[in-house]
């Protein structure tokens, strides 16, 4: 892992789901952008990204990388928010063979990986299925 807990802490988009809105055209860009995709813009508004959305794809991994093994099997999938914007993360507490498209889900901010034995935790966000 690269750099100091404090630079992980500091990353919007990783730990207040921060995106950017373009001044100009209104397209919402996550992660945020310097330059944006629609109208090549360079003014952006953080925005707070939606926490809630539904499964448009996912695949279910059952070979991970290193550090990942004792996960698996585990899916990762993109999430429509319901604020339009697309999220791809890992989908948890649910059973990956009763997982389907169209599922509600929700962000959660949740432990991702652990940098050695004693090394830095790193946190994020993961999905996980919206009750009710």
Do not use: N
């Amino acid at each position: 892992m690269i750099g100091s807990a404090r630079y992980w802490r500091e990353i919007p988009q990783r730990y207040r789901y921060e995106a950017a809105k373009c001044a100009k055209c209104g397209r919402v860009a996550f992660p945020p952008r310097l330059v944006c995709a629609g109208c090549r813009g360079r003014e952006f508004t953080p925005v707070k990204l939606a926490q809630t959305g539904v499964v448009e794809t996912f695949t279910v991994i059952h070979v991970a990388p290193t550090g990942f093994g004792d996960e698996t099997p585990y899916a990762v999938g993109i999430v429509k928010l319901d604020d339009g914007v697309r999220v791809t993360a890992q989908i948890t507490d649910c059973e990956t063979g009763k997982l389907a498209i169209g599922d509600r889900v929700k962000l959660e901010f949740r432990r991702l990986q652990q940098d050695g034995e004693s090394g830095i935790i790193c946190y994020g966000y993961k999905f996980v299925p919206a009750i009710g």
